[in-house]
């Protein structure tokens, strides 16, 4: 008799508590997709964000909030694919999310909700054969299940480029020299099967040599982004981006990388009027030697990995919301990590573009930004956030090992940025 009372009654506690959460959801306005340390897994919940964007769905970024979260209508397809995803969620009441929203339009408050309204179109500039691991940025859009296509030359030469709103530059040498692979893997069959491929579509394109086509595609890149694209580039993009622009038509090449000598005094030849983020830097003219210029600081940096850390600058989210979504993040401190191309010298940097992250003592910045026209471009410094020092035919980096990576976290800000809705900047 007991045993069946207390049934009945559990099953009657069961009701009642499955009625009130119904109600209790049914009276719910919104998702929290929180971004702090409470976040199961921060590098899917940006792909649940685009997700979310395909679906016509209304999202809110809250600069600042939390680690900047995002907050979602409540939709039951939405929490279930972040179910399905491992990212964690908090179900708001209608009288919560306004309270969350009041606090966050206070003036007293550093904080500001920022809606995204498009799903940007994203392209990542990598040759067809790279395989995903060998690019951080890959890595991150393929973890967080955010769409992409790969394009390189050929697309760009043929003005494919205008179609997108997005644009990675994997770690491409721009300068034309392969790399500065020279002096070790010159023999190598992937070296020499690079070169002659360049050289081939160079050929199509009717230039002789590789580095001429290289400043036909950076040209192109600079005007894609004077149009209104963003550009995110990592490694040795970064720099030999902008060697490339400096050079125009002058030949920077040593002869064992195009058949000629380079131009004698090429330096005094170099134009920094036509860069983005760099100027008065000298480049490195040795063809054995892995460097393109003094941009760099990884052969002259004498961090310990285990004090190679970079500090991201705080912005205003009313008055300067754009650093402010590239800064977002659960942590002010990020690991640092090496590359060809590993951080930019301080003084070589022009003086109106933004540093967004530096390790100030060492006279390094990590993370920089900067507008051209009516676009913008950020450069980050480093191969693989979770590969401090990330070497050829190394494995490739798990990222279900590193769900939280507050280094990761930058590049797929940058990839979510475009969709936001540009505010005027305060005056």
Known sequence: MNQ???????RRIAICLFLLFSFYVSHSASLLIQMDDSQKNHLKAYGIAFWTLEKDYEIQWLLNYRGGSFLLPFQKEIQ??????????SVLSDASCQQILSKIASEEENMDAVKLEKVPLIAVYSPKGKKPWDDAVTMALTY????????????????KLSKYDWLHLHHEDFTGQFGKFYASYRHMKWYK??????????????????SDLKKAIVGKIRNFIDAGGFLFAMCSATDTFDIALSAGN????????????MESDVQSHLHYDNTLAFQNFTIETNPNVYEFSDIDVTLSRKLKPEEDYFTLFEFSAKWDPVPCMLC???KNMIKGFMGQTTAFKHDLIKPGVLIMGENKSAGEARYIHGNIGKGTWTFYGGHDPEDYQHL????????????????Y?????NVLFPAAKKKKRKT
């Open 193 to 210: 099967d690079g070169v002659q491929t360049n050289l081939e579509v160079a050929n199509r394109y009717g230039f002789s040599k590789v």
């Open 250 to 261: 002058h030949d920077i090449c040593a002869s064992v990388f195009d058949g000629d000598p």
């Open 328 to 330: 977002q993040n659960h």
């Open 4 to 10: 069946f009372f207390f049934k009945r009654y559990f």
């Open 409 to 413: 976290r930058l590049i797929l800000n």
């Open 392 to 407: 050829v035919g190394d494995s490739p980096t798990d990222l279900n090992l590193h769900k939280n990576s507050a280094g």
């Open 144 to 159: 967080a299940e955010i769409p992409y296509d790969v394009i390189y030359d050929d697309e760009v030469m043929t003005g």
């Open 80 to 89: 279930q694919e972040c179910q399905i995803r491992g990212v964690s969620f």
